[in-house]
T-cell receptor, first 118, second 111 residues
Framework: NAGVTQTPKFQVLKTGQSMTLQCAQD?????MYWYRQDPGMGLRLIYY???????DKGEVPNGYNVSRLNKREFSLRLESAAPSQTSVYFC?????????????????FGPGTRLTVT | SQQGEEDPQALSIQEGENATMNCSYK?????LQWYRQNSGRGLVHLIL?????REKHSGRLRVTLDTSKKSSSLLITASRAADTASYFC???????????FGQGTELSVKP
């Protein structure tokens, strides 16, 4: 199993350009997530999809859109890139989102996309 | 705002020594998880401790949880150079399933 894959690995954009980050998982997981990681900020959740057909905003959704294309794929789109969106983007998946109880549902992460907006 | 705060932000030790990292959080949790991130890579799940557990072991890892103090610690015993990485705690609250990550502790183990 490849686990969680992301493309591209690196990308440089000019301000105002658009792009889509692709993510796919082959573990038959229901839930998928997009995070951004910035120095000193840890990981911040951008959007997530609890199950196929649903998406919800996370902590920092402004400037991004997502599409849960099917159970395997979850894409992140930047419509008009800004320098503030320079970051490393991680996609993750888990069996379920989990809600209360003692469910574990660890998350599995992709290798990341390093995005620079100039 | 971030739920978890790790301490210290950076830790440098010699191979063979023990490494202890701490995590504090603000609200009631369902469980707390620790992840490792090697440089330039994604995060990898290490261990999970539930809110009704106080201590958990996995190989050279020992995690404790004190819900009264809203804190957790990760101990890596007999550290190796390969343990060099950033370590993050992540909490899941009782209302929703989303994980909230801390800012991480950067561990350097010198051979």
């Amino acid at each position: 199993n490849a686990g969680v894959t992301q493309t591209p690995k690196f990308q440089v954009l000019k301000t105002g350009q658009s792009m889509t980050l692709q993510c796919a998982q082959d573990m038959n997981h229901n839930s998928m997530y997009w995070y951004r990681q910035d120095p000193g900020m840890g990981l911040r959740l951008i959007y997530y999809s609890a199950s196929e057909g649903t998406t919800d905003k996370g902590e920092v959704p402004n400037g991004y859109n997502v599409s849960r294309l099917n159970k395997r794929e979850f894409s992140l789109r930047l419509e008009s890139a800004a320098p503030s969106q320079t970051s490393v983007y991680f996609c993750a998946s888990s069996e379920m989102l989990g809600s209360g109880g003692t469910n574990s549902y660890e998350q599995y992460f992709g290798p990341g996309t390093r995005l620079t907006v100039t | 705002s971030q739920q978890g705060e790790e301490d210290p932000q950076a830790l440098s030790i010699q191979e063979g020594e023990n490494a202890t990292m701490n995590c504090s959080y603000k609200t009631s949790i369902n469980n707390l998880q620790w992840y490792r991130q090697n440089s330039g890579r994604g995060l990898v799940h290490l261990i999970l401790i539930r809110s009704n557990e106080r201590e958990k072991h996995s190989g050279r890892l020992r995690v404790t949880l004190d819900t009264s103090k809203k804190s957790s610690s990760l101990l890596i015993t007999a550290s190796r150079a390969a343990d060099t990485a950033s370590y993050f705690c992540a909490t899941r609250n009782n209302q929703g399933g989303k994980l909230i990550f801390g800012q991480g502790t950067e561990l350097s183990v010198k051979p």
